[in-house]
């Protein structure tokens, strides 16, 4: 692409040059932050619901404003609350993590089996560390440098890392886990009533959160998002950036893998086996975009708000739970389809106004 | 019945309130959240004689399965099959079913935890796992409910267990079954399956045992197909080579009777090699209707969790202590005694026969 090309009316040029060039050029800003318009209307939705399921669960339980319940809520859904920040940026990236929940098997298992060899806590977390970095870093290198799609690559390594998690530990469970750890699943932080996964949930929800909308490591993965050749016109590492990401990802799945483990005082090969599909579906609510570029951390707090609430208030008003699958699935199916719904409808005005052959979407251009 | 169809009728209502609020158009979830606490009180019946022996009545009991949507489980829950609801409903208390999607203790300790929270009185869990409900199961018995397992146990997290059988009883009984239809003589084989499940290698103990009172059936080998169905059909058809005067066969696993059962399902072999051990009906019926099988054994569930529904409602009136030697009657089933470790044991295992068999869908 040439230079040039910036004199030329946007409606002249190919889609693609149209994308790669609205992101680079100094108007980049606005358009930015129209770009960010249809999102903050969505979490201004994800708001409404998350009241109205509060509001919900409070009309048809009696139990379900109790401190006991929340700590319940909490504590169900703390893993895939935080897996899901690091999935947010990925996806934001443009790529996916499919590997997620084979991570935390990994690391439960290795956990469980260093446990059983009677090697020191700390030394173990160190042990899974590394070996979120590693799982990571394989992920991040075989997307970026090897070019294979994300998708790909990570629906490999979920078979891969649960594979590996089963050599780890074979059909053995371990459970003997020290008192203070085997209990976080039923005793939140001390002199309060938080769970402690809530706890580092809100933490690294913070984090994420100014990494994301206050750096320019965060507007550079919305803009890898948004169009990676553009992205790397405009001088960002593309590359480096989102094998980092996998590598956080690794990390922060392999430390969830110690909480599910403590949590359930259980070290199993098949913890949290399919959670991939909970973590991804928390994320496309929280309004982000599968296709890149599109979504906030405060959408992710709202969609884990919205996703827990609605399965705990659902538990509570004996509603059979072979179709809370049904509710969440409905609910993802809206979190899709209502976005794209208005994009489509933009096309079609789009079209009849200026009797053109449509100009491919964002959302198809990204797809490619 | 109704409950179901109200239950039926809750998805689409929650999904319309879900996609409303969504929508950010409403909120007005209140006028669909009237009718669910009904559901729940919905299985008493006044009928019954036993609450007059002291036994409480109204108290909240929630069955939790390992998983729902498991046809073992609804047999052994359900008021139609005459499960722990039928036995609740005749003590005239309020039992409903609760649990997850998945048989693992992430999905199943949410139901236990709600259960819990609802206010229950009483737990009867079949356990997931050992140890990860053991924290959840110990707060709710701090809490005075009555934690009750069945089927599978959470051993000292709970105040009763209730067994389905007892591997003695198991390992000899599938012997006395083979040597009834083979006349107590001939040769025989073992398909079990992995070489290290604790399990199956204590019943073949008691099998083993038990031969020794059958001088004319001798065991020539004991092979191992790994429950897994592929393995299980190699190492049958591998007996049949090696032995060709083989009169019969005894497979305590459901993996390795069914795949026994479909080599032996050949007019070679029908009726001339007999075939036994731990089956579901449902996998077995076609066998046993066309004569491969003519008896296999496990336990009925139904009675199981009839069984479990009598004992928690017993020991949460304080009727019984769960100590060995406290003995209560169940209903239908009659008289039974705890035993040691507070285990209540179901009985010897259940005979499917082609008279009983469509009895049971499991």
């Not at chain 1, 200026?354 to 198809?364: H, L, Q, V």
Request: glycine fraction near 10%.
């Amino acid at each position: 692409m040439e230079p040039d090309q910036n004199a030329v009316p946007p409606g002249s040029l190919p889609p693609e040059k149209t994308e790669a060039r609205r992101a680079s050029s100094p108007r980049r800003a606005n358009g930015l932050r129209s770009a960010l318009q249809p999102a903050l209307r969505w979490e201004t939705g994800l708001a409404i619901a998350a009241v109205a399921v509060v509001v919900f669960g409070a009309l048809t339980s009696s139990q379900f404003l109790t401190s006991g319940n929340f700590f319940n809520m909490g504590v169900s859904s703390g893993e895939i609350a935080i897996m899901a920040l690091p999935m947010t940026l990925i996806i934001i990236s443009g790529e996916i993590d499919l590997s997620v929940a084979s991570i935390l098997g990994m690391s439960s298992a290795m956990l469980g089996f260093l446990w059983s060899k009677h090697w020191p806590i700390l030394a173990i977390f160190v042990v899974l560390a590394v070996l979120g970095v590693v799982a990571g870093l394989f992920n991040g290198l075989l997307v970026t440098r090897v070019g294979l799609p994300s998708l790909a690559v990570t629906i490999g390594t979920l078979g891969l890392y649960r594979g590996i998690a089963l050599i780890i530990l074979g059909s053995n469970t371990v459970s003997n886990f020290p008192a203070p750890y085997n209990r976080i699943g039923v005793n939140p932080i001390p002199h309060t009533n938080i769970p402690y996964s809530v706890a580092i949930f809100i933490v690294l929800a913070v984090i994420f959160g100014v990494v994301l909308h206050a750096t320019a490591t965060g507007r550079s993965i919305y803009a890898m998002g948004a169009s990676p050749e553009a992205a790397l016109f405009a001088g960002i590492r593309v590359k480096r950036v989102k094998t980092m990401l996998f590598v956080v990802s690794g990390v922060v799945c392999s430390m969830a893998g110690a909480l599910w483990t403590f949590r359930l005082s259980t070290a199993v090969w098949n913890n949290a086996i399919g959670v991939e599909l909970s973590v991804v579906a928390v994320v496309l609510l929280a309004g982000v975009s599968i296709f890149g570029g599109k979504g906030s951390i405060i959408g992710v707090v709202l969609a884990v708000i919205v996703f827990a609430g609605l399965q705990n208030a659902l538990l509570l008003t004996n509603f059979n739970q072979e179709a809370t699958g049904i509710v969440t699935g409905g609910l993802l199916l809206i979190s899709v389809f209502v976005p794209n719904a208005a994009a489509l409808l933009g096309r079609a005005r789009g079209l009849a106004i200026s009797r053109r052959p449509a100009p491919r979407s964002a959302i198809g251009a990204a797809n490619e | 019945m109704t409950g179901s169809v109200k239950r039926a009728l809750w998805a689409p209502a929650v999904l319309l309130v879900a996609s409303a609020t969504l929508a950010a158009c409403s909120s007005s979830s209140s006028t669909s959240a009237s009718s669910s606490t009904s559901a729940s009180s919905s299985a008493s019946s006044a009928s019954s004689s036993s609450a007059a022996a002291g036994l409480k009545t109204g108290l909240k009991v929630f069955v939790i399965p390992k998983n729902l949507g498991n046809p073992y489980f609804t047999t052994a829950d359900s008021v139609q099959s005459g499960g722990a609801l039928a036995a609740l409903s005749q003590l005239g208390e309020s039992g409903s079913e609760t649990s997850g999607t998945a048989a693992t203790p992430a999905s199943q300790l949410p139901a236990i935890q709600a259960a819990i929270t609802k206010g229950a009185n009483v737990l009867i869990v079949s356990a997931t796992d050992p140890s990860a409900l053991c924290p959840t199961l110990q707060s709710a018995m701090a809490k005075g409910i009555t934690v009750v397992t069945y089927d599978s146990d959470a051993p000292t997290c709970r105040n009763m267990f209730i067994n389905q059988a007892s591997t003695a009883e198991i390992g000899t009984s599938e012997v006395d079954v083979l040597a009834k239809q083979i006349n107590s003589s001939g040769d025989i084989a073992i398909v079990s399956a992995a070489a290290s499940a604790t399990n199956q290698n204590a019943w073949i103990g008691y099998m083993k045992q038990q031969l020794k009172k059958y001088p004319n059936m001798h065991l020539v080998s004991t092979v191992y197909g790994n429950d897994d169905p592929t393995t299980a059909t190699q190492v049958t058809q591998g007996l049949l080579q090696h032995y060709p005067n083989l009169k019969g066969i005894i497979s305590p696993t459901t993996v390795g009777i069914l795949a026994a059962a479909q080599v032996l399902d050949t007019a070679k072999y029908r009726g001339k090699i007999a075939l036994t051990g731990l089956g579901t009906p449902d996998s077995l019926k076609k066998f046993v209707a066309d004569g491969t099988v003519q008896s296999f054994e496990l336990w009925n569930p139904a009675n199981l969790g009839y069984l479990a529904g009598y004992a928690a409602v017993n020991l949460a009136s304080k009727k019984i202590t769960n100590s060995a030697g406290q003995s209560f009657t169940a209903g239908k089933l009659g008289s039974f005694t705890v035993g040691a470790d507070s285990t209540v044991l179901l009985g010897p295992p259940f005979v499917f026969t082609k008279a009983n068999i469509n009895q049971f869908n499991f």
